[in-house]
C-alpha cells in the first residue's frame, strides 16, 4: 500500500534559520501531494498542495515541489518564525479516499 | 463558515461505559473520515465513508464503530472502551472523488479512559 518516510524531528530552529522537512512517499498511479499543518490544540489544516509533476505548492513562505522521479515533495521555508512552530504532516492521495499521512514532524522555532 | 464540528473536545471516561463522537460537516462532503493521533504513530484512519450508508474499515477499526445515515453526520461509536482506546481522535471531510481536494479537519476530540 502507498506510504510515506518524513523526518520526525523534533527540529529547533533559530528564529529565521532555514527550514527542510524531508517527504518521499511510495503511492500507486498518479498521487497528489499535500503538506497539512497542526498548531497546537487544533487539527490539520492544508498548508499548501501540488498535482502534478514539477508542480511547485506554496503558501505562507512555505514551498514543496512535486518531484516525481524521486518521489519527494520536501518542505522548505527560507526565513521561519516562532509562529511556525507547529507539526508538519506530508500526505499523498489518490482520488481523494486513500490518504496516508506521515508520522508528522515537530518543529519549534526559537526567539 | 465552512467547518466541521466534533464533540465533546474532552472526555474522561471508565472502561467499558460506552461513549460516541459525533462529527458534522457543512460542507456537503461525501467522504468523511475518522482517525487517532497517537505519539510517535502518527494519524492512523479507523473508519472512513464514500457517502451515505458506505462505511469502510480503516488501517485500525476494532473496537469501533461508526454510521453514516446523513450526509452531514459521521458519529464514532465506542461500545466497551478500553484505555488502549486513550488518544486524540479527529474527525475529516472531502469532496470524493476528486483527486486534488483536500480534507478539512474538526479540532480534536482528546478521550482518556481510565
Known amino acids: 500500500g502507498d506510504s510515506v518516510t518524513q523526518m520526525e524531528g523534533p527540529v529547533t530552529l533559530s528564529e529565521e534559520a532555514f527550514l527542510t522537512i524531508n517527504c518521499t512517499y511510495t503511492?500507486?498511479?498518479?498521487?497528489?501531494l499535500f503538506w497539512y499543518v497542526q498548531y497546537p490544540g487544533e487539527g490539520l489544516q492544508l498548508l499548501l498542495k501540488?498535482?502534478?509533476?514539477?508542480d511547485k505548492g506554496s503558501n505562507k513562505g512555505f514551498e514543496a515541489t512535486y518531484r516525481k522521479e524521486t518521489t519527494s515533495f520536501h518542505l522548505e521555508k527560507g526565513s521561519v518564525q516562532v509562529s511556525d512552530s507547529a507539526v508538519y504532516f506530508c500526505?499523498?492521495?489518490?482520488?481523494?479516499?486513500?490518504?496516508?499521512f506521515g508520522p508528522g514532524t515537530r518543529l519549534s522555532v526559537l526567539p | 463558515e465552512a467547518q466541521v464540528t466534533q464533540n465533546p473536545r474532552y472526555l474522561i471516561t471508565v472502561t467499558g461505559k460506552k461513549l460516541t463522537v459525533t462529527c458534522s460537516q457543512n460542507?456537503?462532503?461525501?467522504?468523511m473520515s475518522w482517525y487517532r493521533q497517537d505519539p510517535g504513530l502518527g494519524l492512523r484512519q479507523i473508519y472512513y465513508?464514500?457517502?451515505?450508508?458506505?462505511?469502510d474499515k480503516g488501517d485500525v477499526p476494532e473496537g469501533y464503530k461508526v454510521s453514516r445515515k446523513e450526509k452531514r453526520n459521521f458519529p464514532l461509536i465506542l461500545e466497551s472502551p478500553s484505555p488502549n482506546q486513550t488518544s486524540l481522535y479527529f474527525c475529516?471531510?472531502?469532496?470524493?472523488?476528486?483527486?486534488?481536494?483536500?480534507?478539512?479537519f474538526g479540532d480534536g476530540t482528546r478521550l482518556s479512559i481510565l
Open positions: 475529516a471531510s472531502s469532496q470524493a472523488g476528486v483527486l486534488n481536494q483536500p480534507q478539512h
Open positions: 500526505a499523498p492521495t489518490n482520488y481523494g479516499q486513500n490518504f496516508v
Open positions: 503511492a500507486t498511479g498518479y498521487p497528489s
Open positions: 460542507m456537503n462532503h461525501e467522504y
Open positions: 501540488a498535482t502534478k509533476a514539477d
Open positions: 465513508s464514500m457517502n451515505v450508508e458506505v462505511t
